[in-house]
């Protein structure tokens, strides 16, 4: 393949959704857990997510105080600062938005290991966030002028990083740019029972003003586990 396998490893509710009061409830922390304790079973060196999950769990809304008057301009060209690293955060922010202070995501639980961050962008960022990366050794790509063209990006992660699997996890609105492009080639599911009721939250895959909605597109199981407390993990594959 030229491209990467790339699985969905998610967590939901009842009713599809990936955020919410759901998670708050006492049981949620068990599957929140077997989430984590699954993703290393995948032996995958790569995990991606979004924007704004990166933000929430990571940077912490953190945001630079980038000089951008000095900034010499700097050619649209991929960055490799590291090729050779056990693990890789991937994170999709297509603006440079993302206030990364290290070249590293250190592990938060023992099933995780540290993740050399690789940002991936689009030409609009600026000259200064460029810079700053390159100065505190986080990988950038480009994966197109305006919009980003997935299939693009993750075949650069191949090429470049040598990367043959990635987990994607989230969100919603990511998880739905590849849907849109029919890159997922399996879903790993761990379906919470509890219906979180809420209408207005993200789901498992999501559209919006940059995302037309696909069509629809068939998931075959692969397999089904129970778990413990009315639980399921559900694998599915697309082919
Ligand atoms: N239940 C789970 O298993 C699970 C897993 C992961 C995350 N989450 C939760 O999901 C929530 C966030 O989900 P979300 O769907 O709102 O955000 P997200 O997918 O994490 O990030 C969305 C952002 O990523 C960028 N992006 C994604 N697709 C793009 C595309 N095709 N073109 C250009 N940019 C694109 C955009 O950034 P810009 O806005 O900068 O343009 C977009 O706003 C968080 O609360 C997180 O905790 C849950």
């Known amino acids: 393949m030229k491209r990467p396998y790339i699985i969905c490893h998610m967590v939901t509710s009842l009713d599809g959704k990936v955020i919410g009061d759901y998670l708050k409830v006492e049981r949620a922390a068990y599957f929140t857990d077997i989430y984590e304790k699954i ?22 809304g953190h945001k630079l105080d980038l000089i951008h008057e000095d900034t010499p301009p700097i050619s649209r060209t991929d960055y ?40 991936v962008l689009t030409e609009q960022v600026s000259d200064a966030y460029l810079s700053h990366l390159k100065k505190i050794g986080v990988s950038y790509i480009f994966g197109g002028k305006e919009q980003l063209n997935f299939t693009v990006v993750v ?31 399996e879903l790993s599911l761990i379906l919470v029972p509890i219906a979180d009721g809420a209408s207005n939250s993200v789901t498992l895959f999501e559209t919006s003003p940059f995302l037309n909605k696909t069509k629809p597109v068939n998931f075959f199981l692969k397999e089904v586990k129970k778990l413990d407390d009315s639980g399921l993990w559900l694998k599915y594959v697309t082919k």
Do not use: Q
């Open 155 to 185: 075949e650069k992660l191949k090429n470049l990083f040598s990367i043959d699997k990635i987990m994607l996890e989230g969100g919603g609105f990511l998880n739905g740019s590849f849907l849109n492009e029919g890159l997922i080639d």
């Open 39 to 60: 993703h290393p079973r995948y032996e995958s060196k790569a995990w991606m997510c979004g924007r704004v999950t990166m933000e929430e769990h990571f940077t912490l």
């Open 80 to 119: 490799v600062a590291n090729k050779n690293a056990t693990s890789y955060a991937i994170a999709v922010d297509p603006s440079g938005r993302l206030g990364w202070t290290e070249s590293s995501i250190e592990s938060w639980n023992e099933h995780r290991t540290d993740g050399h961050i690789v940002e």
